[in-house]
């Protein structure tokens, strides 16, 4: 699968995580413009950045869930959110205005083709063009 150059922003309260997903994607060929480790900084950030994706965790500690910000995401900036967790929340992440769903145990094999269908179906529902 040939990977479109998306800009990336990477939201999940797991410093360890982070570090693997920047990781992962730059490995894939995505540009990984920002990370944050809350709600309020990841919605800061997407506002700052304007990244193609979001990955998005629920579980962010204090605050905020990655569901509330997911919601305020998607909405305002029309902006695709893959939830990657590892909660059973996709029905909950869909409805949050996520444009996909990945869960943290196959994320090492379906988070990068994850990011490309979702990010495609959302440009697809908001009328722009599809890299």
Same mark, same amino acid.
Not at 9 to 37: E, H, K, N, S, T
Not at 49 to 58: A, E, G, K, N
Not at 98 to 125: N, Y
């Given at each position: 699968?040939? *990977?479109?150059?998306?800009?990336? /922003? ?9 570090? +693997? ?15 944050? +480790?809350?709600?309020? $900084?990841?919605? =800061? ?6 990244? #193609?994706?979001? $990955?998005? #965790?629920? #579980? ?7 569901? =509330? +910000? ?8 029309? $902006?695709?959110?893959?939830?990657? *967790?590892?909660?059973?929340?996709? =029905?909950?992440? /869909? ?21 490309? *269908? ?6 697809? +529902? ?6």
């Amino acid at each position: 699968m040939t *990977t479109p150059r998306l800009r990336i /922003l990477i939201v999940d309260d797991d410093a360890l995580v982070r570090g +693997a997903l920047v990781r992962q994607l730059r490995a894939a060929g995505f540009d990984v413009v920002g990370c944050a +480790a809350d709600a309020g $900084t990841a919605v =800061e950030q997407a506002e700052k950045l304007r990244p #193609d994706v979001v $990955t998005m #965790d629920v #579980d962010l500690g204090r605050g905020a869930s990655g569901l =509330e +910000a997911t919601r305020v995401i998607a909405a305002r900036l029309r $902006t695709c959110v893959v939830v990657v *967790t590892s909660q059973d929340v996709r =029905e909950a992440a /869909l409805e949050a205005g996520a444009c996909g769903f990945v869960s943290k145990f196959d994320a090492l094999e379906r988070l990068v083709p994850g990011i490309v *269908t979702a990010h495609r179906g959302c440009q697809d +529902a908001h009328g722009h063009r599809v890299p």
